[in-house]
Nanobody
Framework: QVQLVESGGGVVQAGGSLRLSCAAS????????SGWIRQAPGKERELVAA????????TYGDSVKGRFTISRDNAKNTVYLQMNSLKPEDTAVYYC???????????????????WGQGTQVTVSS
């Protein structure tokens, strides 16, 4: 088993910033691809950002490009999501996810992630 725990969510005013963290523990994993997914009330889950094991390849949802940055520190088994210029429409539960199969580099299909965290709430007020 691989356990993922998100932290860093909270309430912020529009235009503000937050940094989410995802700490991995449990099963020892040499390599894994990671991502952040969000779900707003009444909406489908949406891929926010994804990153390869090396950190050299990333992808972002169109709605967050230029505002959010995904990164990782493998020595700390942690993936980050820096969120700047937040908008009310960014309000959602944010989930960290991972895939350990060597078949995947950057995971863009959210159904392909194997492991999920419990989620952390981000609320952006106007």
């Amino acid at each position: 088993q691989v356990q993922l725990v998100e932290s860093g969510g909270g309430v912020v005013q529009a235009g503000g910033s937050l940094r989410l963290s995802c700490a991995a523990s449990g099963r020892t994993v040499s390599t894994y691809a990671s991502g952040w997914i969000r779900q707003a009330p009444g909406k489908e889950r949406e891929l926010v950002a994804a990153i390869s094991w090396s950190g050299g390849r990333t992808t972002y949802g169109d709605s967050v490009k230029g505002r959010f940055t995904i990164s990782r520190d493998n020595a700390k088994n942690t993936v980050y999501l820096q969120m700047n210029s937040l908008k009310p429409e960014d309000t959602a539960v944010y989930y960290c996810a991972a895939q350990i199969s060597p078949r995947f580099d950057v995971v863009t299909d959210i159904t392909k992630f194997r492991y999920w965290g419990q989620g952390t709430q981000v609320t952006v007020s106007s």
